[in-house]
Each structure stands twice: as structure tokens, then as C-alpha cells.
């Protein structure tokens, strides 16, 4: 073979060698895309971490599902915890003396206008500190009952006995003159009197009898005028 031919066939050989080569390469680069693979899994990971990581940052719905839970269970707790409740109790327990219709709890206890220290001292459960029969003096304490009420069981006359007469007294309003009336009037039994001696002789504490002063209106009834 001739010089030049040999040249040729070289070169061909070359040719060949190079296109060989190239296909290592491209074997090479089918490696590379493998790596690649192997890199987009390591970031898919890394997508499930980020996913496991939502409910640590409180992104995402799974972190948003904990927290939701969370927060239920927190105004559940406000609910339960609504010791207004209690609050609510309290007050009624305040107001029961009150109760619409008054009941009688022991008929041998103390009647209207007796002396009292606590509720269980009177006959209706209700002993009054100060209010409009006593001007106000929270150191007077009477037994009596809500004469307020509609019912019938409210109604003083149904306490009457051994001659004595009872009737409700009327606080006067903030409109009749009276500033220290709340926003309902209070009404209460007391004994009806004639003359202050009436009253001296059934409670001292509450020596007068009143028909009309600043704070009470009725047609006689025994009590602690301040002014007298």
C-alpha cells in the first residue's frame, strides 16, 4: 500500500476512534444524566422534607390542620372556662332574695320588720340590710318579702296575723326624688302603723312610721326615717 494510502486509513481509523470516543462520551453523559437522576430524587427528598418541615413551620395544610386543632381545642377551654358561669350563678344567688314569687320558708321565723342578722332568721329567707325602709343605713336589718312581684304569693296581706296588718312599702324613684333609687324601685312588707309607738313596740331598730319621706311612699308603715 502506498504511503498515501496508508495516511487515509489512519486518519480513517482516527475518524473512527474519535466517533468512538464521542460515544463514550455520550455513554459518559447518560452517566452524567444517571448523576442528574440521582439529583432530582435528592431534591424530591428534599421537597419531602420540606413537606415534613410544613408542619414544623405551621406552613402548609398539615401544619394548618394541627394548628386548626389547636385553636379549637383553645376556645373550647375559653368556653369551659366561662366561670361567668359562675359569674351568672353569683348574681342570681344575689338577686334570689328577690325571686318572683317569694316563698315562704318557715312560717314560725321572723316576721316583716322583725330584727334580723341573716336570712335564715326570717320567715320568707330575706333579710333586708338597709334599703329605702331604713334611709339607707346598711346597719339595720328587717326581715320581709319582694312585694313586687304579680304573683299572689307576694301580696303582704297573706302574712297577717294576731292582729297585725301588713302592707307594702314603695321606694320612691330617681324621678320622685330620690337619687339614690337603682333602676327598678324596690318593693317591701312591712308592719302598717298608725303611730311611731306601733312600730317602737315590734322593732326598736325601726321606731317610725312612715307615709311619705324621701325615699319611701306608702300609706304607714314602720321603719328608720334618718330625718326624725
Excluded at 459518559?28 to 430524587?41: I, R
Excluded at 385553636?71 to 344567688?93: F, L
Excluded at 344575689?94 to 341573716?118: E, I, R, V, W
Aim: aromatic share 6%.
Amino acid at each position: 500500500m502506498s504511503t498515501l494510502g496508508r495516511f487515509w486509513q489512519i486518519g480513517l481509523v482516527c475518524a473512527i476512534a474519535m466517533g468512538c470516543s464521542t460515544t463514550t462520551a455520550n455513554s459518559g453523559g447518560t452517566v452524567d444524566a444517571t448523576s442528574d437522576s440521582g439529583q432530582d430524587s435528592g431534591l424530591t427528598d428534599t421537597a419531602q422534607n420540606d413537606i415534613g418541615g410544613c408542619v414544623d413551620d405551621g406552613f402548609g395544610g398539615c401544619s394548618g390542620l394541627d394548628g386548626d386543632g389547636k385553636d379549637a381545642t383553645g376556645p373550647s377551654d375559653a368556653i369551659s372556662g366561662t366561670d361567668a358561669t359562675g359569674g351568672t350563678d353569683a348574681t342570681s344567688a344575689d338577686t334570689g332574695s328577690s325571686t318572683c314569687p317569694p316563698a315562704l320558708k318557715d312560717k314560725t321565723l321572723g316576721q316583716h320588720a322583725k330584727t334580723c342578722t341573716q336570712d335564715s332568721d326570717c320567715a320568707y329567707g330575706l333579710c333586708q340590710k338597709g334599703g329605702f325602709l331604713t334611709g339607707y343605713d346598711d346597719a339595720i336589718g328587717y326581715c320581709t318579702k319582694d312585694c313586687g312581684c304579680s304573683d299572689p304569693a307576694s301580696q303582704c296581706s297573706k302574712d297577717n296575723a294576731g292582729g297585725k296588718e301588713f302592707i307594702c312599702g314603695f321606694e320612691l324613684s330617681k324621678s320622685g326624688g330620690n337619687p339614690k333609687a337603682g333602676a327598678t324601685p324596690q318593693k317591701r312588707c312591712s308592719l302598717h302603723c298608725l303611730t311611731d309607738a306601733d312600730c317602737a313596740a315590734w322593732n326598736s331598730n325601726m321606731p317610725h312610721c312612715i307615709n311619705s319621706t324621701n325615699y319611701v311612699s306608702s300609706a304607714g308603715v314602720c321603719g328608720f326615717d334618718p330625718l326624725k
